[in-house]
Each structure stands twice: as C-alpha cells, then as structure tokens.
C-alpha cells in the first residue's frame, strides 16, 4: 500500500526504564536505540537518555524518549523526578537475582504514588541468556505483572531477544490508548454542543412565552376602539333620518 500521500499521526511517549542497578536496563536501552550490546557499562548517575521512533504502519508513528534511571540507592531519591509527563514505565530485574524482582514490588508502590495519570506498566526479566541460571520463575512474575495490569517480557539485550517485541506491543498500546482518549474527548465535545443546543433552545422558548405573555396582557388596539364608536354614532343619526323620514310620511298622508 502507497503512505505517500496518507498524513502520519506522530505521538510522543515518554518512556521511564526503572529497577535496582546491575539488571541491565542501560543495556536493554542502547541495544534497542543503537543497535548493539555494550557488554561492560558504568553505572547510570541520575538518568540517561535515548530516544527511537518506531513506524508501525505507514500512518503512525511513535517517537519514544527513554529515560534511563539510576538504581543504586544513593540516587533513589532523584527518580521520582523523571516520572513527571510519563506514559509507559519498564520494570526490569534480573531472572538471576532474586532480590532484584522483590525490589520491583517497591518501585511499583513508588511509580503509583508519584504518577495520577493513567501509564502503562510493563514488568521486564531481563538476562534470559543466564536461564540456566534462573532464580525467579516466568509464572510467578507474570502471574505479578497480571495482578497489577502490567505486560509482562522476558528480554536478553545480549542475545536480542524480546526487546524489539517489547516496544513494539508498547507502542501498539500507546497508539490503541492515544485513539481512545481522542474517541473520549469527542464524545465530551458532541455532549457539550448538545447541552450548549439545548440550553439555546430553552431561552429562546422561555422568550417566546414572555413575549407571548406581554402581548396577551396589553390592551385592545385604539384604532379599534374608533371604529367601534364611529359605529354608534353613525348608527344613531341613521335612527334619526328614518324616524324623521317616517314621519314627514305620516304627515303626508294625513293631509291628503
């Protein structure tokens, strides 16, 4: 099919990648937007940021700025700042690490604290080329991520795998979501010229009807009023030519 001439609907979504550190969220990040696996990384400070926009059909497009936070403790406290404007959060632990995914609990009750709106959740285990060395069982974090309405991935940023499927169901949200809020929005609006409508209507209504009520309680025109006493008089000097006139006739037939 030709997009050539099809207008593209671009949507921005801002996208907080979250988890205790050493679970490879920078990994996963570069290996998403650059294309390849960096395998030693230093430690993310605050936050890092990359950004992909990713074409689903020739009509839309989905611009994604990832924003990668700092895990370790010592920077805790400057995450909740890079919730702000957040539609979609990643919570990546390592399948190797137990206590990675207990953590996730934690940076879930954070992420609802800090964020009103609505955003889409996704739990991620990251590093599933070390299955053999798996801790954290797929049903028992996927079981998690249902209990709390989140999409659930397993990932490998080394071996590629589940990333670039990740993202792809993620934008298929967003673009599913954004046409929903858009269906919303004009409902609101056609209910608002609707009650807006109305509203017009039952002014001019309750107008009409007092001005119908001033007409009902004036008076009866004077021109009326005229012509109904010219009547009268006419009327009596008529009565008086015919009396007149009947009598110069009996007067005359007296006589003769």
Known sequence: ???NNTPVNIIESKVVLLG???VGKSAMAIKYTEGFFQKRLTPTI???FQSKT??????NKVKFLIWDTAGQDR???LTPMYYRGSSVAVLVYDITVGNSFEQVRGWVEELKSNILE???????GNKVDLNHKRVVKREVAAAYAEEIKAMYYETSA???IGIDEMFLEIAKRIIYQNAHNQHILQQQQQQQNLNRDQIL???KQNSQQKLNNRKSLQPPPTNYLAFNSSFNINSSINDDDDDQSLNRDTSSQCCN
């Open 75 to 77: 920077f805790r406290s």
């Open 1 to 3: 099919m030709d997009y």
């Open 201 to 203: 209507k039952l002014q």
């Open 158 to 160: 080394k071996e590629n």
């Open 20 to 22: 205790n550190s050493d």
């Open 46 to 48: 605050g936050a890092s």
């Open 118 to 124: 609505e955003i889409i959740m996704v739990i991620c």
């Open 54 to 59: 990713l074409n689903l059909d020739g009509k």
